[in-house]
């Protein structure tokens, strides 16, 4: 069975947290990927910046619903996701726009798991790490490109 070190990308593009939107955005467009880690000098994950970070900043501010009973306004929206969601439309910095509870997966993960996390939980791009360094970046397409090999082995 394949794992993911057998076709994670190795030569990962990375950014550091203080870097400005706009470069993030220009790597992400000019590379045509989805995500890109975001490490410290010593190669230490500290989240992701993704398309779907960026594309946030587009979003109105959110103005919570409020349902009335008794008399009384009950908010929908708490005001710890709100103050979120406001801090990522005005973000200036990579650190304040990235994902920092990111999911990972190891070099020995069966491409299985990655498919499972890709479909089930929407993921697009997952960071290799190994003892808490990132190694590789996995995505869709190095999954979808297995498919093809396999289509073309069997011929």
């Given at each position: ?12 593009i ?8 706009a470069?993030?955005?220009e ?6 990927i ?10 230490k ?9 960026l ?101």
């Amino acid at each position: 069975m394949l794992k993911v070190k057998d076709i994670m990308t190795k030569d990962v593009i990375t950014i550091s947290p203080e870097v400005n939107i706009a470069t993030a955005v220009e790597i992400l467009l000019s590379h045509h990927i989805n995500g890109i880690p975001v490490v410290d000098d010593n190669g230490k994950l500290l989240g992701i910046i993704c398309q779907s970070d960026l594309v946030i900043q587009q979003k109105k501010m959110p103005i919570p619903s409020l349902f009335a009973l008794l008399d009384g306004f009950i908010p929908f929206t708490s005001l710890k996701h709100l103050e979120k969601e406001v801090q990522k439309i005005a973000a200036t910095t990579v650190e304040q726009a990235m994902t920092k509870k990111t999911v990972t997966v190891g070099p020995d993960a069966g491409i299985d798991e990655v498919a499972e996390l890709m479909v089930v939980k929407g993921f697009h791009t997952l960071p290799v790490l190994d003892n808490e360094i990132l190694i590789g970046i996995i995505g869709k397409e190095d999954v979808l490109k297995t498919l093809f090999t396999v289509g073309t082995d069997s011929k």
